[in-house]
């Protein structure tokens, strides 16, 4: 039961609730200028490639790394992505290959484990990115893909990403 002073401190006002969605439209637009920003950049240096004929050279980026300050040593790189249209009667989720391939080399350079993470609409799967577990294909408009066997993939619902999964990384 709440007291009367209990009450009084839930009622928001139109300013806070003005406030609230400035913010938020805010962090909005934030977030997609980001967007923009990055996908410039790609822009920038695909022209370059272009311009000075340079072929060896990818970009990509990598969505999360944990890091342990105290050893002052990466922990786990993530690569997290939301499948929402995944289904169980699926037999794999499919990816950029340039991407994890990518993702593989630097996780063996490095010698740290790299996960893709995906939400579904249910579940979070889990893949660790290690040779042999991607199916590559090559598709007719030349794009090249990788196939995760969905029956590879460890599942977690939402508590057991934190308690089994994210507390056994950050263990290490």
Request: overall charge positive; cysteine-free; hydrophobic content about 40%.
């Amino acid at each position: 039961m709440t007291s009367d002073g209990d009450r009084r401190n839930l009622i928001t006002t139109n300013r806070d609730l003005r406030r609230m969605r400035r913010r938020t439209i805010s962090a909005i637009f934030n977030h997609l200028h980001g967007f923009a920003a990055h996908e410039e950049f790609s822009d920038l240096v695909q022209e370059a490639k272009e311009k000075y004929g340079i072929t060896r050279i990818g970009v990509f980026d990598v969505d999360m790394l944990i890091w342990d300050f105290k050893n002052g040593l990466p922990i786990a790189l993530l690569e997290v992505k939301n499948r929402h249209q995944l289904q169980e009667d699926n037999e794999y989720a499919i990816f950029d290959e340039p991407q994890y391939t990518f993702l593989e080399d630097l996780g063996n350079y490095l010698g740290v484990p790299v996960f893709y993470v995906v939400k579904t609409r249910v579940k979070w799967l889990v893949w660790k990115v290690e040779r042999g577990l991607a199916v590559r294909r090559k598709l007719a408009d030349g794009r090249k893909i990788v196939l995760l066997p969905l029956d590879k993939a460890a599942r977690y619902n939402h508590g057991e990403m934190v308690h089994r999964f994210l507390k056994r990384l950050m263990e290490r």
